[in-house]
């Protein structure tokens, strides 16, 4: 019709230019194009932290469960780098201020704080700076802007790791379910003693059955919580499994079943129970507890089954604790197996990014312990020494060191009594190394046995200073190609999650 | 050209440049909070607890307001940690109440232990209380005590000395790294 037919074929002609228009401004979304597995709009973060898991941690475990040749889930992702781990002193400034005063060894509770608040603090402090002052967590600022969040850890869910994401305290220790001034207090930082109103001195535990900060929250530390936070989690609309009243751990089962926007679930009074342990015992209560790959693929089922505010996504943190707590006891054993679960939660948190194409994983540790080593086969280490190793240099005396030491790097037979897992394992004074077959050994060798490819030994059972690897898969995953420090994983989850201005 | 045949396709060019405007728009300026400075990243912390009632005093254990044990005796009250230590070697000597926690699972550092005593007349009544804290100060070197046991001696308030008979213990903090 002679009215119509103008109308239409204006119509569709502005609506062509208009589609011209936006196409030379270019898509919606990032003007870059971004690495594998991206859409383009980072939607959620996954934090996968190895406690204690330094560089050889991740060699070893690599070797013991997939040979030489082989590659653990983490390796595989496309970024990697190195993060610096140093603590600054209690009443220090930030690096560039006057009164910076660095530390460098850090605990697992500082170096929570450098990535969950950007800023360096002392040795025990969560959720403050050097100087007490209450810093905001990535967690909490993601819950603000309407994220949904999650926290998972093997170890009490008041521990370091996971509480630096949840909660403010002076001192790590003041973990509940009581305040005490000793565990609380920390008047060297704030002068005089804190009324006991303040965050800084409440208990780790009352704040996180209250502060709502983590929607979903699985771990250990039953035996932290009372009757009084069991019923301000329900009051917030948790639905909690076991009973912190009863303190009645919750189990696998109870896991699995788990539904709802906020869950929690504690499986253990303390710590969870190492994986070897349930491995060996499988009809022990403890084989009943979930693992941390159990734990992170529940969590993620819960945490994507329903978007956030503003079409935002999921930030959640995965801790891998007790490969720090078996390094500090020095059990090779025991830390390979943990190794090896937390590696399986990276494989879980990778596979759904490759499946939803919109999420940043990230994969790091707090700090290395115990200095972990793999040594030459058929050698020894210094522990095992009657002297240390020799320091001339015959062919050029100038290279000698001082103290001279002419002689030397033998064995000690009291202090090397035989292959800790093998021959010596009765000597609880022992400090000859622990060996492992490998995928490459033959099938009859066994661990324990000098014939084992893999030898492992420690150097003490406190941190170390090392840096630690990052790995890194999604959209703002290249930022970790490199190295940073630990304070820069704080800027950049919060700018993948775009809670910083 | 008739009036509507102007107006028509200049109202349809206007939207269409809105909606072009939009999109632009759109992609330019990122979602999340308006401004996450200092204002609102503070207020994203979590300092205030409505019905969290601030602590009014040091732990308290309920086994200890029980009657207390028999002239010269010392013995455990329950508390939220007795499976993860055991006290070893516990004696009242009349002027105090000694003894030793010996953790029972594996520890790299304690980092804060209290032990609670309550201290009884002949009538088993509890007279007071007293108690014996350990802290690891991160200034403190980690060649300090071991970690798997730490001896404790408690003694009777001076105002109860005269008639304190018998002692019990517990511990209401323990917290291992």
Redesign the interface.
Known sequence: MR?TL??LG??GA??A??VA??AL?????PATAAPDGNNG?TKNVIYLLGDGMGRTHISAARERFYGAEGKLAMETLPAQGYVSTYAVE?KSGQPGEPDFKPNLVT??ASAATAWASGVKT???AL?VDAKGA????AM??A???GYRTGNVSTSEITDATPAGQMS?VL???C?G???????CQDTAVTGDAL???D?RV?PVA??IA????ADVIFGGGL?RFDAADET?LKEQGYSVLGSAASQIPATRTDLNAASGDKVFGLFN??NLTVEKTKQDNPAAPQAQEPSLPDMTKKAIELLNSKKGA???GFYLQVEGALID??S??N?AAQSLEEIKAFDDAVAAALDFAKKDGNTLVIVTADHETAGFNIIEKGSFTNPEAAAPPVNVDSGNTANNSTPSRAGGNTKDPARSSGILNGAGAADPRNFAPATFRTPNDPAEVKDGSKEASLWLTYLS??HTGADVPVYAYGSGSEKLQGSVDNTDLFDIVGNA????? | MHRRQIIVPAVLLIAALALTGFLVTAAQQPPGPADAGDGPAAAAARTSFPGLPAAASEPDLPGLHAPGPGKGKALQVPGPFDDRFVLEGLVFDGSAVSGTVRATGATSELLDLQVLAGFYDDKGSLLGTARFDHHLGTEEPHADAPAEHTEFTISVPDQYQDAAVSAAVGVPVFVTE
């Open positions: 009215r103008p109308l204006s119509a502005l609506m230019a208009a228009v936006t401004v270019g898509p919606a979304g709009r209690k605990d697992s002392y040795n025990a959720g209450v810093v905001p967590t909490e600022l819950k603000q802007a403010h001192a790590r220790g973990q379910p009581v305040y005490s001034a000793s565990a009324p006991t109103s965050v409440t009352d704040q209250r502060n709502g900060t035996g301000a009074k303390g503003n079409g935002n707590k078996r500090h006891a059990d059972g406190n999650l775009r809670v910083l201005r």
